[in-house]
């Protein structure tokens, strides 16, 4: 059994990549074999170039955009637990993960009226978002509906979706070298040094429930 999980942040091992990791350690956990990507990392990537290669044979159902982007959704198709995370930019994910989604979705896109998808896959799938805003304003702030918009699409063609947060994120390490008067730095440390700690947690024990999940299902 695979789980992969794909750092949608152009930061490597920040908060988006560390609440990644923690979710891939659960799968580690429960016996999976594990593979991590920073999109960002992987070679330069575009979003889907509307070619329609994916709705002929041979390659129906299959992205042939062959950049930065190709190896991770090849390797996305083979696994059974996908673990995708954002940071949240403008109050939306990043446009990486944008880019990622629009290839992974319209590509498994039949636009036949007798079958939506060339493929459904049974996959667990978990996304995870980071923000400056803390998980309590997510409903105000509209976050909660993007965050739903993407689940229950991957819901329906990719596989059953949850969500995680980690909010009220450590951005920088030094504030004082910003003009920032927004954000207050002792208040940023401290949610670093008890909030993050917990989330991390959290989306371990969520990796490792899907893990659980897909073991049940496909294993
Ligand atoms: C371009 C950009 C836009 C951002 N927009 C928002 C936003 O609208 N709402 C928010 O809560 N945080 C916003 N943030 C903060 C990030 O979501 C937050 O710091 C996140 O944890 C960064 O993830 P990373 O550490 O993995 O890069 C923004 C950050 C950047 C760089």
């Not at 918009?149 to 030094?174: M, P």
Request: aromatic share 12%; with cysteine.
């Amino acid at each position: 059994m695979k789980a992969i999980a794909i750092n949608c942040s152009p930061r490597v091992n920040q908060n988006t990549d560390r609440m990644v990791r923690a979710a891939l350690d659960g799968c580690a956990e429960a016996g999976f074999e594990t593979e991590h990507y920073s999109l960002y990392q992987n070679g330069r990537f575009t979003g889907c170039l509307s070619c329609f290669g994916c709705k002929r044979a041979p390659h129906e159902g299959e992205c042939i955009v062959n950049d930065g982007m190709k190896e991770i959704l090849d390797r996305i198709r083979e696994a059974d637990v996908v673990i995708l995370g954002t940071p949240n930019y403008l109050g939306d994910v990043s446009a990486g993960f944008r880019s990622l989604f629009e290839r992974m979705q319209f590509s498994n896109l039949t636009y036949q009226k007798e079958q939506r998808w060339y493929n459904t896959f049974n996959k667990e799938v978990l996304l995870i978002m980071s923000s400056n805003a803390p998980e309590e304003w997510y409903d105000q702030f509209g976050y909660t509906d993007i965050l739903e918009k993407y689940r229950k699409s991957f819901d329906a063609w990719l596989g059953h979706t949850e969500t995680a947060v980690a909010g009220n994120t450590l951005q920088v390490s030094d504030y004082s070298r910003y003009n920032w008067t927004m954000f207050d730095p002792e208040k940023k440390k401290e949610s670093r040094e008890k909030q993050f700690p917990k989330d991390l947690a959290k989306a371990r024990k969520l990796g490792l429930e899907a893990a659980g999940r897909a073991a049940e299902k496909n294993g």
